[in-house]
């Protein structure tokens, strides 16, 4: 990105460091999804930024302010999503490296690389993983609150995630095989934990993940699934409909398929992960029952 030179050269001077020194610790998450869960877990021993908190942002295409990297460079632990989603973050990070700061990179918790589905947040199992790591970072970087942080990770777990969870575990039971499309590969990783069978042609996903043009055979597949209702629900990501999810979109809603719909970031932004995740679950419930009579 062309703006990160100037931006690390600008940061040069600040010398910051992370210590902790009896005050909340400064976390700084690239993304609110994130963000909401750190907060979470820190409760009053923390204080989070989140950088990208507008729905109506891309985080593929997002170019970071000098706040923005300025925020990055006080932080204590800092928390990307990698996996090719957030460049922007790892560059600014490298470009000024911090002694003593702690960095969360979700791909490299996970063992997934550029070019792999990024949206891991969609991904229950791995939303657990990051849940035991920023946990634990916390307690590497502020020993004394140990026992704090495992009673909220517990709180969190147990409590905060308690509808999230119970959604999950109802759609799996009841719906599980049942075939649905998906504008792009946000969703993929959710249709797995549900056991959904999703027939949308996984590059068609991911050319609309990555903003390249789907294939015509790719395109022509979909507008098959949907003209013969081969899938009962279509699921789309609102923060990035090209003029094909667009016309795709309208084709299910004509032909009577549920549409339910995702987003990349928390929506509405002060909304926490557990709520807005239990928000879209719902709505893709109905959407299932209305689809499927049960």
Do not use: C
Not at 142 to 155: C, G, I, L, V
Not at 191 to 207: N, V
Not at 238 to 265: F, L, M, Y
């Amino acid at each position: 990105m062309r703006r990160l030179l100037p931006l690390a050269a600008a940061l040069a001077v600040l010398a910051p460091g992370p210590a902790h020194a009896g005050g909340a610790l400064r976390v700084v998450a690239a993304e609110n999804m994130w963000g909401s869960i750190a907060a979470q877990l820190g409760g009053n021993r923390v204080q989070v930024t989140s950088i990208i908190t507008n729905p109506a942002t891309d985080p593929h295409e997002y170019e970071p302010s000098g706040i923005d990297a300025r925020t990055l460079a006080q932080a204590q632990l800092v928390v990307v999503n990698g996996i090719g989603y957030d460049t922007w973050a790892t560059q600014l990070l490298a470009a000024n490296p911090v002694k003593g700061r702690v960095e969360l990179d979700v791909g490299d918790l996970v063992g997934l690389h550029p070019g792999d589905n990024p949206h891991q947040w969609y991904s229950p199992p791995n939303v657990q993983r990051v849940i035991a790591a920023i946990t634990r970072d916390y307690t590497t970087l502020d020993p004394r609150d140990a026992s704090y942080f495992a009673e909220q990770k517990r709180a969190f777990e147990t409590r905060g995630l308690a509808q999230y969870k119970q959604l999950i575990a109802a759609i799996a039971k009841r719906y599980r095989g049942v075939p649905v499309g998906a504008s792009e590969s946000i969703f993929a990783p959710l249709a797995d934990a549900l056991g959904l069978r999703l027939l949308t042609p996984s590059s068609f996903l991911k050319a609309i993940s990555e903003g390249t043009e789907p294939t015509a055979a790719d395109t022509t597949a979909i507008d098959n699934q949907i003209a013969t209702h081969a899938i009962k629900v279509w699921v789309l990501n609102s923060q990035n409909s090209t003029p094909d999810v667009a016309r795709i979109t309208a084709a299910a809603r004509k032909r009577g398929i549920p549409v339910a719909t995702v987003t990349e970031t928390l929506s509405p932004a002060n909304a926490t992960f557990e709520s807005w995740q239990v928000a879209e679950l719902r709505a893709l419930a109905a959407a299932l029952h209305a689809a499927t009579a049960r």
